[in-house]
């Protein structure tokens, strides 16, 4: 599958925040050639609440559920990785942390150093 490298070039050009739904593997090789990608790791509140979720649906056979389960425990330990995790009590409460999270982000010293360049620049520039 994958995500055209070009169409997310393009959007964050433009200043578009992008996001991408991806597995672990597919994060972690995001991240080692884009070292600014910003991992953010949606966890269940408790693993008894995922078997719940995934029982309740009804869409799966038992097989299925066995082995989502088994891929979640393994993909959680990888969490320790991310640079965020969002735990998602209910889907209204991830997109209000997944929002607060890109906020942040955008605030930080890391993000604004040309900004910050700028006006530093000014500063010595204007006084001389």
């Not at 597995?23 to 990608?37: F, I, R, T």
């Not at 995934?54 to 799966?60: A, D, K, N, P, Q």
């Amino acid at each position: 599958y994958g995500t055209p490298k070009e169409a997310v070039e393009k959007n964050l050009e433009k200043g578009i925040d992008v996001v991408l739904e991806i597995e672990v593997q597919g994060a972690l090789q995001v991240k080692e050639k884009c070292p600014d990608a910003l991992l953010v790791f949606v966890m269940p509140p408790s693993f008894e609440e995922l078997r719940r979720r995934l029982t309740g649906r009804g869409t799966e056979d038992e097989e299925t559920v066995r082995r989502r389960l088994s891929n979640a425990g393994r993909e959680m330990e990888a969490a320790k990785q991310y640079d965020y995790i969002v735990v998602n009590q209910t889907v209204e409460d991830a997109a209000d942390q997944l929002e607060q999270i890109v906020c942040a982000a955008k605030h930080t010293a890391k993000y604004l150093r040309e900004f910050i360049d700028e006006v530093e620049y000014d500063a010595e520039t204007c006084c001389k």
